[in-house]
């Protein structure tokens, strides 16, 4: 079955960077377009990047453009997000997530505090 796992999360200073990992099993990873989400308390989940399955196209939320940068390893079925510059406001649970024949599947996700 379909696995997404998450790591990587943690608690940051402000202005200080992590790399989350989302692992794939399950499924060919190689053939799927992979995002990142983000869900902060009392907040709607909101869609930060998105990256095409081959990583040559990427998208960003405006909200974090120019912070962060998404990235896949297909070899090893592994999703990356390296966040830099982190404020307060990125404090969320981030999820991956990919769409298989119309089954929207998620991980449990990485809990990421920023605060000091």
């Known amino acids: 079955q379909v696995q997404l796992v998450e790591s990587g999360g943690g608690l940051v200073q402000p202005g200080g960077s992590l790399r989350l990992s989302c692992a794939g099993s399950g499924f060919t990873f190689s053939a799927y377009r992979m995002s990142w989400y983000r869900q902060a308390p009392g907040k709607e989940r909101e869609l930060i990047a998105t990256?095409?399955?081959?990583?040559?196209?990427?998208n960003y939320a405006d909200s974090v453009k120019g912070r962060f940068t998404i990235s896949r390893d297909n070899a090893k079925s592994t999703l990356y997000l390296q966040m830099t510059s982190l404020k307060p406001e990125d404090t969320a649970m981030y999820l991956c997530s990919t769409a298989i024949d119309l089954n929207l599947y998620w991980g449990q996700g990485t809990q990421v505090t920023v605060s000091s």
């Open positions: 990256i095409t399955s081959a990583g040559g196209f990427k």
